[in-house]
């Protein structure tokens, strides 16, 4: 079935470092990918998304990058700020109208 | 627009009580979806309605829960008898046909504590 990884944290950085959370997927076809962000006590929001191989969805400074070949999804930031500090999912959507999350990972970032 | 709308944010109950939690969507959206998170499982995805029909309920975990949907303005997702592992936060999410029909808007969640 379609499943989705995402890289373990916590990943703790320096404010100003470059940021890059990793994400692969598996799935039939030709799913559309996101990538959301939850802040403390707060619900998900989406960040970004690409619908089709080698878009680029990009929002408030994060990119990422739909690559069929490598099956992946991983989300970067050039310059990461303490108010990133957040838990971020990768997901997918397949031709249902169900999002497959990945586990989550948790962005520290230290002034 | 107020977004999602859930109620209670938190819920504090007894084994064996019954729990309702109530979510709003946005206006003129016509897919609800109820998800689960836990430390241990993650996100999950329990039960989706279109137009206020449900059409998939196979991620609910047993006949304990039920969810309903009597109007395309209000849900409720149940829970009797509550059972200590079923604290968490549960979130209701909502989406549209538009242009914004990729993305799913989440509520602020409830959180459920069972003693």
């Known amino acids: 079935g379609n499943s989705v990884t995402q890289m373990e944290g916590p990943v703790t950085l320096s404010e100003e470092a470059f940021l890059t959370i990793n994400c692969t997927y598996t799935?039939?076809?030709?799913?559309?990918l996101f990538w959301y962000v939850q802040y403390p006590g707060e619900g998900l929001q989406l960040l970004l998304k690409?619908?089709?191989?080698?878009d680029k969805g990009s929002n408030k400074g994060f990119e990422a990058t739909y690559r069929k070949e490598t099956t992946s999804f991983h989300l970067e930031k050039g310059s990461v700020q303490v108010s990133d500090s957040a838990v971020y999912f990768c997901?997918?959507?397949?031709?249902?109208?169900?999002?497959?999350f990945g586990s989550g990972t948790r962005l520290l970032v230290r002034p | 627009d107020a977004g999602v709308i859930q109620s209670p944010r938190h819920e504090v109950t007894e084994m064996g009580q019954e729990v309702t939690l109530r979510c709003k969507p946005i206006?003129?959206?016509?897919?609800l979806f109820w998800y689960r998170q836990t430390m241990m499982r993650g996100l999950e995805l329990l039960i989706y309605?279109?137009?206020?029909?449900?059409?998939?309920d196979s991620g609910m975990p047993e006949d304990r829960f039920s969810a309903k949907m009597p109007n395309a303005s209000f849900s409720t997702l149940k829970i009797q008898p509550s059972e200590p592992r079923d604290s968490a936060v549960y979130f209701c999410?909502?989406?549209?046909?538009?242009?914004?029909?990729?993305?799913?808007?989440f509520g602020p969640g409830t959180r459920l504590t069972v003693l």
């Open positions: 999410a909502s989406r549209d046909r538009g242009h914004t029909r990729n993305e799913q808007f």
């Open positions: 799935a039939t076809g030709y799913p559309s």
């Open positions: 690409a619908t089709k191989a080698d």
């Open positions: 997901a997918l959507k397949d031709s249902s109208y169900k999002l497959i």
């Open positions: 206006s003129g959206h016509d897919y």
């Open positions: 309605f279109n137009n206020n029909v449900p059409i998939d």
